[in-house]
């Protein structure tokens, strides 16, 4: 019974995009590892630049110091 979850900035993420990742990673994980769709489990969290860290600093401040 696999869990994935994909966690993304949020910064409009489509209902359509979130389809096709919840797809995507539901195929991949049949053809490589012979996985169940009907038990597979996948979690997209958005979460606020503010919340993102990379470089020491929330995404939103990495950003514009680059």
Known sequence: MP???I???NE???SDQKSRL???VTD???DVLDKDP???FVVIDE???TNWGVGGLNAEDYRNRS
Do not use: F, S
Request: proline share 0%.
């Open 3 to 5: 869990y994935v979850n």
């Open 7 to 9: 966690k993304v900035t």
């Open 12 to 14: 409009g993420v489509t």
């Open 22 to 24: 919840i797809k995507g």
């Open 28 to 30: 991949l994980l049949q």
């Open 38 to 40: 009907a038990t597979t």
């Open 47 to 49: 979460v606020e630049l």
